[in-house]
């Protein structure tokens, strides 16, 4: 599979993850509940089914693409990408179900402020991870590019 479609996964994951919590923060502090509502609601559909795709197609690839080989950056990369999909299938997922279920109920007490910012900060730990691999990624796709050009 080709490296364009592995960096274009890896991009649209990030900048899900990104439009994610910025329209979490912004509506939280800026806007009435039923927005906040509106914006939980998005997330789950269709926000998670572009956001899960994007993150299976980008681990996909990636493996196929390092099928030849087995260098550190790789094995980095590799377990850099089983904690992203493990943050987000263990935490993300079930914290974007009950945040959408208790603000569509206007249940907005300390739990739901609570898990809102393990939510946000399991957000920003898998955005730096995958930030993570995206720089590895450029190092290892110039570094096939000098191999090739010295042949
Ligand atoms: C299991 C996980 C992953 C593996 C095994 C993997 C493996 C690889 C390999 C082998 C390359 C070199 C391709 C080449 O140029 O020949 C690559 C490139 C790249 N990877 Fe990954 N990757 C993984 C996950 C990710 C993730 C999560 C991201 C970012 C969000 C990412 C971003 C990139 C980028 C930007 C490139 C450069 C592509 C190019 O322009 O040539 N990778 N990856």
Redesign the pocket.
Known sequence: MS??I??GA?IL??MTIALFMLATLTSELLAPAQTIAQVKAWILFPGLLVLIPALAL??AS??R??RH?RTPT?RG??R??AL?AANGLLILVPCAVLLARWSANAEFDSGFYLLQGVELLAGGVNLTL?GL??R???R??AA?RSLATEH
Do not use: S, V, W, Y
Request: cysteine-free; overall charge positive; proline content about 3%.
């Open positions: 490296p364009m592995h960096r890896g994951a990030m980008t681990g990636g493996t693409l390092a080989g790789l990369k590799q850099r990408m992203i995958l691999n995206f590895a990624g450029l290892l796709a096939r």
